[in-house]
């Protein structure tokens, strides 16, 4: 009997070798060049002749799509009842409702609203609350309020100011509401949006003086000014722009505004303060944070998150447990912070509780299941029974005209549509029809989408599918021959590229192992290799001076895989400041207190990645919290190299 995944490929195999499919493919790449030139009759012409073909919604949605702004309902909806469920289908109508919003036909806006599959983002958003004012909805502007206005960003202008004026204007968004709105644009530095909000608070922002703060918030905390409300939250503003570089000075400053400002600001400016502090592992924020405990000021989530983080560093359980049940209920159920509080309960005696913390976060496979599973007893071992592929799940995925859309498309290498209408066509799908896609993704070498479709199982799992480990003699010999840890460098290029050899960031970084280019150049130079750019695209290559740049940073980095495995995202001097200072730290609590989002979640990632290759490659059951170590010291010795 053939295997699933051979019948699915095989449909994708007959189709790619017809004549038929040769001069579709034609078609299609003539009607996308025609669109980009914008001849619309060659399109047209285009669509009929790829009438029959699964790629045939491209046109027929480029041609509706560009006069969208005149379409009439009668032309616009075959389309979407025709390719109902379908990405462009959803697509086209986003398109149309932007229109309609535009015109203000708000009846036929209300009607295909509704059926929208996805969140719409926030100009949508503010069209349909607009839509529901004009059919008189007593929630509207509430619901609205909760859902948009506590935003830290500028909102789309045109669908939104009128609605953002209309909060205003009937009382429902309060001088309150405006004042931490400020706040809010303030800390994510969005001067427009700023000055819009003091001029509802009835002051001129100007635009010279929001950028004096930023570029040199000393003198102009020097500068004696009045002590309204606005010059405090200003106050504020400078002090935590001044914080960035220099925590005593802006801590001094507070210190000399302190009178001047209302109690309620003064704790708003003490949290502020110690959240920056307590980024930069200043272990004077606990104090400062303690001086706000008594305040009625609710607690933001990130001053939590902050101060908790900071109290990992410091052994302080008692902290992290009061500091993580002040948490929002959202950000509690997390699982990170379920399993921190698992710690504390813990470190507190209070073993039962901990152990069902822990016995709850250990059923998934994640950073913090494994970590979890650790502090119930048993190592790591295999994951969960593997499911195998079924000759009926193959032939779903098989009549999947998503699917069969999106291996068509990457089979033009047009990523950005195939990605789109893949991960599209996979919403809301059964386990086994993912591992069926993921089948199929894998044995087409569309790794990447291989590994989205066999990470989203629930209870089915097939380990062989989420850990693909394709380029592995490659890898396994350049590993061997700098001392590596091969399942840890195919954790990590499992996140830098999902095995997309051709991958590019949006800052420069290419291949497998995402290697910069003055990273790549330094390296070859390192190695006797002359250096050429094209060298980063080359699979083999690329591997080769990515476990080189891995073991230079391993070396100087006291063989710690985790320190390594931060610099490699942020740098290794960033790394190193990261470290502790006396004594050893454990690596879950460095993990977890890494400044920076990105890297933060990339370290969970690739370790826990690591752990699962491990498995796979017959390293034998380990602890994780073993594997991942502890963190030694800060060594002031100076780092060479990027």
Known sequence: MRSGWLIALMWLAAALSTTAWADNKADFLAAREALQKGDLNMVAAKAEALSRDPLGIYPRYWLLSQQIERVTPEQIQPFLAFYQGSWLAEKLRGDWLRSLGRRGDWLRFREQYAQLSEDPGAELNCYQFRARLDNKDPK????ARAQLWFSAKDLPTDACDPLMAELIRSGVVSEDDIRERLRLAL????????????GQLGQELKAADLQR????PDAWLKKPGNSGRLQQELAVFAMARLARTDVDAAYAQFQNWRARLDDEVQVYGLRRL?????????????????????SKLAWTDTALEWRIRLALRAEDWDAVSTSIRLLSDEKQNERGWQYWLGRALEAKKSSAEASKLFAGLSIDDDFYGL???????????????????????????AASAGLQRA??????ELRTEATREWNWALRGMDDRFLLAAAEAANQAMWYDRAIYAAERTKALHNYELRYVAPYREVTRGYAREMGLDEAWVFGLMRQESRFVSAARSGVGAGGLMQLMPATAQWVANRMGLKYHASMVSDAGTNVKLGTFYLKHVMDVLSNQPVLATAAYNAGPNRARSWQPDGKPMEAAIYIESIPFSETR??????????AHYA????????????????????????????
Request: hydrophobic share 40%; charged share 25%.
């Open 601 to 610: 979640d990339y370290e969970k990632k690739v370790m826990t990645n690591a």
């Open 407 to 412: 291996l068509l498309l990457n089979q033009m």
């Open 140 to 143: 509207a502007l509430s619901q």
């Open 371 to 397: 970590l979890a599973r650790d502090r119930l007893g048993p190592v790591i071992g295999p994951g969960k029974t593997v499911y195998k592929v079924t000759d009926e799940d193959a032939r779903r995925v």
């Open 213 to 216: 703060m930023v570029n040199t």
């Open 187 to 198: 800390e994510a530095n969005a001067p427009g949006l700023a000055r819009f909000l003091a």
């Open 615 to 642: 498995m796979a490659f017959g390293q034998g059951r380990q602890s994780f919290t073993a594997r991942i170590g502890s963190i030694p010291p800060r060594n002031p010795q100076a780092i060479e190299g990027p």
């Open 274 to 294: 110690a959240t920056i502090a307590a980024f930069r592992h200043d272990l004077r924020a606990l104090e400062w944070f303690a001086h706000t405990d008594d």
